[in-house]
């Protein structure tokens, strides 16, 4: 089970924001940055629901890092790369995703 851990989920939202609004995006990855925001935001609400709440919108924050690598692999842009792994061992890191 996920942790629900509303620090490092803050702390990637913020961190996402801030690559999108000040980094150059080589890959085309500004529309699903926006959308794994809003979907950050979505989990966020679903903090004290109930499990399956949880469980579905932490699947629409998975599906949208698994889009972001391969945009990330398929446009050569080795910063965002990077940058997006980090965010993911964070997440996995505290638990928050397997």
């Not at 925001?37 to 599906?63: F, K, P, Y």
Request: with cysteine; charged share 25%; proline share 3%.
């Amino acid at each position: 089970m996920a942790v629900r851990d509303s620090a490092v989920l803050y702390d990637v939202r913020r961190k996402f924001h801030h690559w999108r609004h000040n980094e150059f995006d080589s890959a085309g990855c500004e529309p699903y940055i926006d959308r794994l925001i809003a979907a950050i935001d979505e989990l966020l609400v679903h903090l004290e629901d109930s499990q399956e709440a949880w469980d579905r919108a932490l699947g629409g924050v998975n599906w949208l890092l698994y889009a972001l690598s391969g945009f990330a692999l398929v446009g050569a842009d080795k910063p965002f790369h990077t940058f997006l792994g980090q965010q993911i061992s964070a997440l996995v890191d505290r638990g928050v995703l397997p």
